[in-house]
């Protein structure tokens, strides 16, 4: 299993952007797809969720503005993320896990996403 994600970019408050994470095959039937972003000053905090029952989990700070959907036809899991502020300021991963069987956690390599004031 591989994601990788993309879309990152540098914007100004309020504006908006979509990032996508494609994986290397069909997982929306077996796996979770997530978002989380790491800053330098924060630990890596879990974003949003999908997971198989179409069931979404977003952090508090995002809920209203970020949403994060799924294209089955082209594997691949976005989040898409309006009225950007610059606490959003982040490396923004990807993760895929396994909903049953053996664990397992397969991570993208982030994108970039900066917001200036």
């Known amino acids: 299993v591989q994601v990788a994600e993309s879309g990152g970019g540098s914007v100004q408050s309020g504006e908006s952007l979509t990032l996508s994470c494609v994986t290397s095959e069909n997982l929306f039937g077996l796996f979770t797809l997530s978002w989380h972003r790491q800053s330098p000053a924060s630990p890596r905090e879990l974003v949003a969720s999908?997971?198989?029952?179409?069931?979404?989990y977003y952090l508090e700070s995002v809920k209203g503005r970020f949403i994060i959907s799924r294209d089955i036809s082209k594997n691949t899991v976005y989040l898409q993320m309006n009225n950007l502020q610059p606490g959003d300021t982040a490396v923004y991963y990807c993760?895929?896990?396994?909903?049953?069987?053996?664990?397992?956690?397969?991570w993208g390599r982030g994108t970039q996403v900066t917001v200036s004031s």
């Open positions: 993760l895929a896990e396994p909903e049953q069987g053996p664990k397992g956690e397969y």
């Open positions: 999908l997971n198989t029952r179409k069931e979404t």
